[in-house]
């Protein structure tokens, strides 16, 4: 419960420049013999090509870690975005939010949260506290529930991703999980992120949030 209250909503939040250098991921060439990677179509999730603002940081993606140690940094090269851990805080993510409107077209829905990763981890920094992650989380109010007590936890999924130093090619990972009507709740905010816990980086592509059929509809 602790290690999930620490990647949950209470973080501090870095707000990082320069984040136009290049990643290292960008591997599938035809020069190396591998086949052009097509990315999906993105759903929901906005800037899944990872392009860099005026300000230098990634449009629609923010970085955050756990206090205020700066321990991770992010880039792009414009399709791949990179998360790396660069200090001593035990976690550090990239994310995207969702709030107000823009989340009421995805109530009542179920959905699936997709990307491929790829890592390139170490022990620098001792043992994780738990494996790197690929996450989903949504909070707000249930109606009926006196405001006083806050927010509650409406969404907690995730998928796990390797722990153990290494290298690891790119693969497919996704968590899928349905949110409560409108009718039932309010001020649902929505977070989807990539989690790291260990030394090394972890790089995504082809991020995805699409609505999918519930389990056991068919």
């Known amino acids: ?124 920094y001792g043992s994780a506290m738990e494996p790197p992650s690929l996450m989903a989380w949504a909070k707000g109010f249930r109606k009926g529930t006196p405001p006083l007590l806050g927010k509650s936890t409406l969404v907690s999924e995730k998928a796990l991703l390797p722990e153990l130093p290494g290298e690891y090619g790119w693969k497919h990972y996704a968590v899928t999980f349905s949110l409560p009507p409108e009718t039932s709740v309010s001020q649902v905010e929505l977070e989807f992120s990539l989690v790291l816990t260990t030394g090394g980086a972890l790089e995504m592509r082809g991020p995805a949030l699409i609505e999918v059929e519930p389990e056991g509809s068919q």
């Open 1 to 124: 419960m602790k290690a999930l209250m620490l990647l949950g909503f209470s973080f501090v939040v870095l707000n990082i420049s320069g984040c136009n250098g290049k990643s290292g991921a960008n591997d599938d060439s035809s020069e190396a013999g591998e086949p052009i990677y097509i990315a999906p179509d993105p759903g929901y999730l906005k800037n899944s090509l990872f392009a860099v603002n005026l300000s230098g940081g990634v449009a629609h993606w923010g970085l955050s870690q756990h206090a205020s140690n700066p321990s991770y940094s992010y880039s792009s090269n414009g399709e791949v975005l990179r998360l790396e851990r660069t200090g001593t805080e035990p976690w550090g993510k990239v994310f995207q939010r969702f709030r107000g409107e823009e989340v009421l077209p995805l109530l009542g829905k179920t959905l699936e949260f997709s990307a491929e990763i790829r890592a390139e981890l170490n022990d620098d």
